[in-house]
């Protein structure tokens, strides 16, 4: 029952503490019977707890820190459009850009102290809505929280190699699953049913 209700934690609800705490439950009872037969299946649980102990298996620590690595280095993120080298712009527009200076509409930047500061706020809210739905393991939450913060980007920092870097590392972790993933997951239920069958 205790090995059934961990993998239900795990399948269903993403639980990793409850699976942890379900194992536990099993292997104190498997403690107590000595019977040698029961051997392999106590050393299957041991190789399956420690597998759900490790770091990689829980997909939402590892989102949980590329988050705040991506929230870390946008301050860092040049605040204006880098200049070009005039030789690599056409003829006419070194001329038109004494006089004029030519802005993409379609991504409309925000420049008013008043309006970044609201801008930076709102990306803010995204990112802790997005950790909020990680804590929940609500993969559709998750991806609309990444997606708002992404939309914020482009019109917070000027476009550069590294805001594109970031919104490629946004969207790297938006199509990145939450379930939990451990390849020797329920190998002791069904060592203990094929035990019981025979």
Known sequence: MLLGMAQQRLQLASDLDGARRAYAL?????????????????????????????????????????????????????????????????????????LIEVRPSDRAQLSAASDRAAGLDALSIEFTLARAALERRDATAWRSALARADAWLPRLWPDSPALRNQRAALTALRAQSLAIASPVSGTTLVQLRSMRAR
Do not use: M
């Open 26 to 98: 099993a292997a104190n009872l498997l403690d107590g019977v000595d019977d040698p037969a029961y051997l392999s299946l106590k050393q299957t649980l041991a190789q399956e707890r420690g597998a759900l102990d490790e770091k990689a298996v829980d997909p939402a620590r590892t989102a949980a820190s590329k988050l705040d690595a991506i929230e870390r280095a946008l301050p860092a993120l040049p605040k204006s459009a880098g200049e070009r080298d005039a030789s690599e712009l056409p003829w006419w527009r070194r001329i038109a850009s004494r």
